[in-house]
Nanobody, 126 residues
Framework: QVQLVESGGGLVQAGGSLRLSCAAS????????MGWFRQAPGKEREFVAA????????YYADSVKGRFTISRDNAKNTVYLQMNSRKPEDTAVYYC???????????????????WGQGTLVTVSS
């Protein structure tokens, strides 16, 4: 089992940058595929980005491709989401998720993740 704690949320102006972190407990972090999702007010949760357990494979939603970068540091049990060129429509609660994987692949479907953090709010002002 793994516990996830997100941090780094806050208020940023449009065009600015922000980096979210997600710290995981446990000794087997490197065996988990990790993902970032977000939920804007009044909307359903949506996929943002995912990274394979080795960190060599990444996958992004079209809405963030080229602006966001997911990365991980398995030695620190942490996954990151670097968000550049922020837009007001990026305002949402951001969640990280983990799913133990037996191969080096990425997961974009939320229902496939078993573990979720509590979320961190990111607000982008115009």
């Amino acid at each position: 089992q793994v516990q996830l704690v997100e941090s780094g949320g806050g208020l940023v102006q449009a065009g600015g940058s922000l980096r979210l972190s997600c710290a995981a407990s446990g000794r087997t972090f490197s065996s988990y595929c990790m993902g970032w999702f977000r939920q804007a007010p009044g909307k359903e949760r949506e996929f943002v980005a995912a990274i394979s357990r080795s960190g060599t494979k990444t996958y992004y939603a079209d809405s963030v491709k080229g602006r966001f970068t997911i990365s991980r540091d398995n030695a620190k049990n942490t996954v990151y989401l670097q968000m550049n060129s922020r837009k007001p429509e990026d305002t949402a609660v951001y969640y990280c998720a983990a799913e133990q994987s037996y191969s080096d692949y990425v997961i974009s479907r939320g229902y496939e993740y078993d573990y979720w953090g509590q979320g961190t709010l990111v607000t982008v002002s115009s």
